[in-house]
């Protein structure tokens, strides 16, 4: 027989999660994470710092100061990351660098979502041959190489930032179409799906009211896994030269322009690269935290 005063502590705790909802419950376990937290404090702090600091900065991105020209860092100067080959101030540019690679990130991930979430759901949902048809065609440009079909689009069109952002979303969108798709699977046939059929409800209405919003976790959960790697792929594009172009600048811009120059000035690949690196930690932390907060096995 079970002892009421052990017992007590349980109730509450079952009384409390009927009073969250699914994603409550998911941000309390996400608060319990303390290296989430902190990368996300970090990812704010980036963030905060590449959209608001170069206000604050004595010298702007575009500024050539030409009696510094590939100064090391010098806090004297007022240079505390150094200068360039053309003496524009390196956190500035760095900063103003970010900007353009989070907002290209963040960007391509909701390009890629809006695709992925739509189709893997009327996949799912209209089913037999629309299904059948819509997954093949899945599986065909599954077989393309990632980096190949972004690099064809950016040379067939004129590059530009905004080119670069679709380039990416438009091949970004698959994995979270397959995703929802299965997602879609299990609830189409669930009660309150057949209510809402019962009571006149379209398809249509039932997708964007039913479907879409109970695919939530696992739709969060892959975007904070995709903003790392479009933010990866938009560097390794500007590296090989095929993403943002000059007098524009990005993370990617920034390493190519420090790899040509490592051995002789090391501050110009060090500090963008620090600036990337932290960046792809952090999300891959928060990334870790969101998939554990919505794991069903951790409720």
């Not at 009421?4 to 009384?15: C, G, H, I, T």
């Not at 190489?145 to 689009?153: E, N």
């Not at 970004?172 to 309150?192: H, M, P, Y």
Request: overall charge negative; some cysteine.
């Amino acid at each position: 027989m079970s002892d009421p005063a052990l017992d007590e502590p349980l109730m509450a705790e079952l009384a409390a999660r009927k009073g969250r909802s699914q994603l409550q419950d998911a941000m309390r376990r996400f608060r319990a994470n303390p290296l989430a937290v902190v990368s996300l404090i970090v990812l704010i702090a980036i963030v905060l710092a590449c959209f608001l600091g170069p206000y604050f900065l004595p010298f702007g991105p575009d500024d050539a100061d030409f009696e510094l020209i590939s100064s090391p860092p010098d806090f004297a100067s007022g240079h505390y990351f150094g200068t360039d080959e053309l003496g524009r101030d390196l956190l500035a540019r760095t900063l103003v660098g970010g900007r353009v690679s989070l907002l290209i990130g963040a960007l391509a991930t909701l390009v890629s979502l809006g695709i992925g979430v739509l189709y893997g759901a009327i996949s799912g949902f209209v089913g037999k041959r629309t299904d059948a048809l819509m997954m093949r065609t899945v599986d065909i440009l599954y077989s393309m190489p990632y980096v190949f079909f972004v690099i064809m689009l950016t040379t067939l069109f004129e590059r530009s930032i905004v080119m670069l952002f679709i380039a990416i979303g438009a091949v970004q969108w698959l994995t979270i179409a397959v995703i929802v798709r299965g997602q879609t699977l299990s609830l189409k046939g669930r009660e309150f799906i057949e209510a809402a059929r019962a009571g006149g409800m379209r398809d249509w209405s039932i997708i964007r009211k039913h479907i879409v919003p109970n695919t939530a976790g696992p739709v969060i959960v892959y975007a904070s896994l995709t903003v790392p790697e479009v933010i990866l792929g938009e560097s390794f594009l500007s590296f090989l030269g095929l993403g943002v172009q000059e007098p524009d600048t990005s993370w990617g811009v920034l390493l190519e322009i420090g790899a040509e120059k490592m051995g002789t000035e090391p501050w110009l690949l060090l500090v963008p690269g620090a600036f990337l690196v932290t960046t792809l930690f952090a999300l891959n932390f928060i990334a870790d935290g969101l998939r554990d907060a919505f794991d069903p096995n951790e409720r």
